[in-house]
């Protein structure tokens, strides 16, 4: 079992009778239960509130759009990545984490109206037949963390195998991979590990799973006709990087094969401003707020762009020395950065997008 | 709410209790904490005591309920004895006591960021009061909001140091920055305090200063006497060569460059570029902020066509320049 089971679970009555409901109420029996429209839930005696919001489930539906864009930044390159929204907040707790500063309600709010989903996703893609459709659910919350209550990754990953331009990804940082392992994924859909060294995991992702377990998991996936992606996001500055995160590029070509790692994106630690005080309060024995972070065009802070592009380069290098071929990206970077870790940039989002598609096509194929 | 010995306060008849019986060492109900008595010393010596102290027997002397600073200033005059309402500690437990302390110096004066973390403690300690409920009950009556940041750096203030307890109402020091402080060592508060002591910092300048040498210290695993005991902060000691002014923007200019190591050498690489292109001042040349984008930005003032044809040309002559073109290539 996961470490992730909930100390109480609330119902919305309005989905008590849905059997995602049941099928999630019936494998936590012993987790009290309590139907209410809306829980008032007052945390603020708790040491860490936001902690406590991490083991209380809202289970509910939401009667708007849960299939979006990613929310990209201003002036930086978004992949159009479409974000299905079906947890929000999530039980692993990473000193980085934006949500700590954007999750305003004391619980985990499990959308289960997953149909609702799937006739929103099947909308988009009708909006262009020719066009792969990118989609996870990974923006809100960890794709895997809850799949063994929720199963949703799997009923999602099945819902995808049916449509002919549409692509998921399943991204996580944890190896609970049980229930996805019950399907034949066809070579169509996508699981995805965030990774960094063992040391950045054991001081910055608090829960999520150790480095072997994610490599492990991801092995085990690709054997069974996933494909594979990696993001080594955020990338973490730190004594001794280089070491640390070769290291971690030579543990995932020594157990994975190449041509099924799908891609692998890059992306240097960085964060909104309002986050800052959020990660020293929670976290002061963080050193991850000690590196050369300062402010960009759009408010956040990232490390120094001179540091970013020769971090950049050198895992790019890494990762070539293994897989020439190797699809890798840049996320939420400026073309400027990319012309200089690449030697060329997407001239936009769509074309971004393109390189995504053909990608994909590419894989499909095999 | 409030104790019944409280509300039979008015009917307590006063007295006059020698100086020698108060235990003044006793800080069981202590609220305040202001170090200059001068102004009351002056009002008590002129006009005497006009409000009674509040005493609490223990054993053959008494505690200090209310009036601290009244008792104090009592001995500097070298009254023999002071006029107080007496209590019995049967009458009073220690909660009364201190809830009957906060009421009446709540009626007559604000508390300082010191007493107010003295009453937060208080609070806790002598009432047995909870974190919620002193943060709802409490806080609103000290003027602040309830939050739990609030109470933890009201809390934090008991570690600091005496001598920083005293700058920091001198100054008037706001609470984070008070409680960021009190986070250092008793040494580390100490070095401090020397280190400011030469420097005028602002409030945003202190939290600034307070927030890269955290950084630091936690980035090379030092302490924060070892950071300024380094030659880089050496010109501290000196004197005579800047005054406080400059020596505060050394100060704040020597943290940023060893908080920022890479970017403030790209700083200094640019200006030196710049300086080789020998603009005249009134044009400036920057660098995108924080060196994050590829453009430059020159800005200029000019009174007549002439001046703008003289700019031009300046401008013409240093596009050819290789410091240009180095500048360029350093972004």
Not at chain 2, 224 to 242: I, M, N, R, V
Request: net charge neutral; proline share 5%; aromatic share 10%.
């Amino acid at each position: 079992m996961s470490s992730f089971k909930p100390r109480k679970i609330y119902i919305d009555p309005a989905v008590l009778d849905n059997p995602l409901t049941q099928n999630i109420l019936g494998k936590l029996a012993d987790v009290p239960q309590e139907v209410k429209n809306h829980p008032e839930i007052n945390l603020d005696s708790e040491p860490d509130p936001t902690a406590a919001s991490k083991n209380i489930w809202f289970l509910t539906s939401s009667s708007g759009k849960l299939v979006k864009e990613c929310p990209a930044t201003p002036r930086q390159l978004c992949c159009r990545y479409r974000v299905i929204n079906i947890i929000t907040n999530c039980p692993i707790d990473c000193s980085y984490c934006i949500l700590q500063g954007y999750i305003n309600n004391p619980f985990i709010t499990i959308n289960v109206n997953l149909d609702d989903i799937k006739v929103q996703v099947t909308e988009l893609l009708q909006t262009d037949p020719l066009h792969i459709f990118r989609f996870g659910t990974g923006e809100l919350s960890d794709s895997l963390a809850l799949e063994e209550y929720t199963g949703f990754s799997f009923h999602l990953a099945s819902f995808f195998l049916t449509q002919q331009n549409g692509f998921f990804e399943i991204k996580t940082k944890a190896h609970h991979t049980e229930t996805l392992l019950g399907l034949d994924p066809q070579g169509r859909v996508g699981i995805s590990w965030s990774v960094n060294p063992e040391d950045i995991i054991q001081k910055e992702e608090k829960g999520a799973s150790t480095l072997a377990l994610r490599l492990k998991a991801a092995a085990r996936c690709m054997e069974k006709g996933y494909l594979i992606g990696f993001h080594f996001d955020p990338m973490i500055l730190y004594p001794g990087w280089e070491e640390k995160y070769h290291a971690v590029v030579s543990a995932i070509y020594a157990s994975l094969k190449p041509d099924r790692i799908m891609w692998i994106s890059l992306g240097g630690f960085r964060y909104p401003r309002f986050l800052k005080p959020i990660i020293r309060e929670r976290f002061p024995q963080s050193k991850i707020l000690c590196g050369e972070l300062l402010p960009g065009p759009d408010g956040k802070f990232r490390y120094l762009k001179t540091l970013r592009v020769e971090m950049y380069r050198k895992i790019v290098d890494w990762i070539k020395a293994y897989n020439p071929e190797q699809f890798i990206y840049l996320c939420m970077e400026s073309s400027e950065v990319w012309e200089k870790v690449f030697g060329f940039h997407p001239a936009n989002r769509n074309e971004l997008d393109r390189l995504f598609a053909e990608r994909i096509r590419e894989l499909w194929k095999h | 709410m409030i104790p019944e010995a409280i509300q039979k306060k008015e009917d307590k008849k006063t007295q006059s209790v020698p100086l020698t019986l108060i235990d003044y060492r006793d800080e069981t109900f202590r609220m305040s904490f202001c170090p200059d008595l001068g102004a009351l010393k002056t009002s008590m010596g002129e006009i005497g005591l006009i409000n009674p102290v509040i005493l609490r027997g223990r054993g053959e002397r008494y505690q200090i309920v209310s009036g601290y600073r009244r008792v104090l200033a009592a001995q500097s005059l070298e009254w023999e004895g002071i006029k107080a309402a007496l209590y019995t500690s049967d009458e009073l437990s220690h909660c009364d006591g201190f809830l009957l302390s906060f009421y009446e110096n709540l009626g007559t004066r604000g508390f300082n960021l010191i007493e107010a973390s003295m009453v937060v403690a208080g609070f806790f300690e002598q009432c047995g009061q909870d974190e919620k409920q002193i943060r709802e009950e409490v806080l609103p009556l000290l003027g602040f909001h309830s939050g739990r940041k609030i109470f933890h750096a009201l809390q934090s203030l008991s570690h600091l140091s005496y001598e920083w307890k005293e700058l920091v109402i001198k100054n008037e020091i706001s609470l984070l920055n008070a409680a960021k402080i009190s986070s250092f060592s008793s040494f580390d508060q100490r070095a401090f305090a020397t280190v400011l002591s030469g420097l005028k910092l602002g409030e945003n300048k202190l939290r600034e200063s307070l927030e890269m040498t955290e950084e630091i210290c936690k980035r090379d695993e030092i302490s924060l006497s070892e950071l300024f005991s380094s030659e880089h902060f050496k010109f501290l000691e000196q004197q005579g060569d800047l005054n406080i002014t400059e020596k505060t923007e050394q100060f704040r200019k020597t943290l940023k460059a060893i908080r920022y190591p890479e970017f403030s050498r790209k700083q200094k690489k640019f200006y030196e570029h710049k300086k080789k292109l020998s603009l005249p001042p009134h044009i400036s040349l920057a660098p995108p902020d924080s060196f994050e984008g590829d453009k430059l930005k020159i800005t200029f003032e000019f009174h007549s066509p002439e001046e703008l044809r003289a700019i031009v040309e300046k401008l013409d002559k240093t596009i050819e320049k290789k410091s240009l073109q180095d500048i360029f290539e350093m972004l």
